[in-house]
């Protein structure tokens, strides 16, 4: 289990062969990948994200929220990472990988866990558009 909040993310190879390394009862490895839209909410073209975190908090709520998931889900393993700072249109901002006996338990697990990554964890988020800057609330 790992949860990570920085600039930058690890390469998603090493975070999968890391997983798979963990042991021979995984079955299943899902992805998500969260990217960058070129066009914000109101239509216009997004020039760049910018992400703050709380510095302890917003860790502390990612590893309950895996270690909840791990339980009710039956997971043999997962991470989250999520970047902070200025994020690029077509860059990624966050990875979530399950990785379980079965794709059923992991798929709805990552579902469960990027819509509470959303609403739960203390990431906020700013776009950054040619007709302005807002705070994006969820």
Same mark, same amino acid.
């Given at each position: 289990?790992k ?10 190879v ?10 021979? @009862?995984?079955?299943?490895?899902? /992805?998500?990948?969260?990217?960058? =839209? +070129?066009? $914000? ?5 997004? *020039? ?17 929220i ?24 077509? @860059?990624?901002?966050?990875?979530? /990988?399950?990785a379980?006996?079965? =794709? +059923?338990? $992991?798929?709805?697990?990552l579902?469960? *866990? ?25």
């Amino acid at each position: 289990m790992k949860a990570k909040i920085s600039e930058r993310l690890d390469p998603l190879v090493e975070i999968i062969s890391e997983l798979k390394r963990s042991s021979d @009862e995984i079955g299943a490895i899902l /992805v998500f990948i969260g990217v960058v =839209r +070129g066009r $914000g909410r109101d239509g216009s073209k997004v *020039l760049r994200l910018e992400y703050e975190a709380h510095p302890t908090l917003a860790n502390k709520v990612m590893r309950k929220i895996l270690e909840e998931a791990i339980s009710k889900h039956g997971l043999i393993g997962a991470t989250i990472e999520h970047r902070v700072g200025e994020v690029k249109v077509g @860059e990624d901002i966050m990875y979530v /990988v399950v990785a379980s006996r079965h =794709r +059923g338990e $992991g798929f709805k697990a990552l579902e469960e *866990l990027v819509d509470r990554i959303k609403k739960e964890v203390p990431i906020w988020k700013k776009e950054v558009t040619e007709s302005g800057a807002y705070w994006v609330k969820e």
